[in-house]
Each structure stands twice: as C-alpha cells, then as structure tokens.
C-alpha cells in the first residue's frame, strides 16, 4: 500500500528490508527519501517499533549511517503506525525531534482498527504542505499508538511547539480526548507530529490506506480517483523537485 501511494505520486519505491542494511546490500545514501511502514511490520509483537529502533541504535555502522541519512538536508522521512513508533525511537538522531513522545499501549487494551476523523494542524512538515485546516478520514489499525510524553512539562512543550500534524477530532470537529473518537487515549488528541525542519514526519493513521477515493466509506460525489490523502505522497515529490 505504501509503495502504490508513493508510485502514484511519482516516486520509484524499492521495497529494503533491515537485513539489507545491516549485512551492507543497500546503501542509505542512494536514497533521498526513507518510510518506515505500518501494518507489524517487524513482527506482530508488542514494541515491536522500538525493538525496531534498538536493532538500528545498538549496532554502530548502522547507526552512523541512519544518522547521516537523517543530517542530510535533502532527504525526507516517514515513519506510519509500527514505523512511527520505530522513527520516534531514533529522535535521538534526527534533528528537531527531541520534543517527540513514545509511543505506548492504547488505553483500551485492545487493537483498534476503523476509520477515524482527524484535522491538519499548521505545521512546517514537508509532507503536510498547504493541507493545514483539513477535517479528513483516516484508517487506524494499532494496539500502541498512544503518545507518552517524559512529564506534563514536556507535553505542554511539544503541544505548544507548532510541530504537531495531526489530531484526533469529534464528528462535531471538535478536539477528540475520550474513546472512541480518540483510539489510544493520547493526550490532546495527538497521533502525528514533525521536526523542527519539517523534514520528519511520524504519525499512528495510515493516509497509505485511503489515498484513493475508493478507500472511503463515503466520499462526495465530485472526488475523481484520488482522495486528499495523495497529497500527503505528491508533497513529497514537489519538495524534491
């Protein structure tokens, strides 16, 4: 689903597993964009993105390589779902993405899969460019997708930073706090954010799964194939021109 987002948008997606990266087969600095995808990728276990991480951050030549892949200005980064979860994990590396919070166990203490309703926030993420103030359908399908943050201090910090993408709202539009509208039970409705540049991207939805119009449960009648979701992919691609 990814890679069919991405190739809609203009992009040529190849498809690199972790053991191409820590055996050397493939080299991140050929790349300018990297996506870390959702659906248990890197098991169908619990912290499944933050083992993820660990594999990266506990082994020096990858590391040093991810670390160079994130310093260089003329790459971009998303992280969906398990890859939120993983990329949040590495925020040590990545610049302007200190503020960002873990990503823990839903509330409910359940999976929790369905659509749901949530708004753009101005922001200076790359991927996000010009969609600030969309009221959007999404797909959710995560058992851990709750921010935690450090302490109420770093909340209050992260949720003041103009970095957060995405929130979570009512059918009313209004901010989504309480289940079922909010999934997981982050505060303030979060479930995406970016760094400072703009240049990093993570969120728990999947825009993957409903960037066509054919993916929704309803859509107005004037929408042609594409649903607004693709704009996430082709912002992507007019940035690196």
Not at 219 to 238: H, S, T, Y
């Amino acid at each position: 689903e990814m890679a069919a987002a991405f190739h809609r948008a203009g992009f040529a997606p190849f498809d690199v597993h972790m053991s191409d990266i820590l055996s050397g087969r493939t080299d991140l600095a050929q790349f300018r964009g990297l996506v870390a995808c959702g659906g248990f990728s890197y098991g169908d276990v619990l912290g499944a993105g933050e083992g993820w991480a660990k594999s990266i951050l506990f082994n020096e030549l990858v590391r040093t390589r991810f670390s160079a892949f994130f310093q260089r200005e003329d790459t971009f980064t998303l992280g969906v779902c398990n890859g939120c979860q993983m990329v949040s994990a590495l925020k040590e590396l990545i610049p302007g993405a200190a503020h960002w919070p873990r990503f823990v166990r839903n509330r409910s203490e359940q999976f929790e899969a369905r659509l749901a309703l949530v708004r753009v926030e101005s922001s200076p993420s790359i991927l996000m460019s010009d969609m600030a103030g969309s009221h959007l359908p999404i797909v959710v399908a995560h058992g851990e997708g709750r921010a935690q943050f450090a302490d109420a201090r770093a909340q209050a910090a992260c949720d003041a930073s103009g970095t957060v993408v995405l929130r979570y709202l009512e059918n009313d539009l209004s901010l989504a706090e309480r289940y079922p509208a909010n999934p997981n039970g982050s505060p303030r409705g979060i479930t995406g954010l970016t760094s400072t540049d703009g240049r990093a991207t993570i969120m728990m939805p999947h825009p993957e799964r409903v960037y066509r119009t054919v993916q929704h449960s309803w859509a107005p009648a004037q929408w042609a194939e594409d649903g607004p979701w693709l704009r996430l992919f082709r912002n992507a691609r007019r940035w690196l021109g």
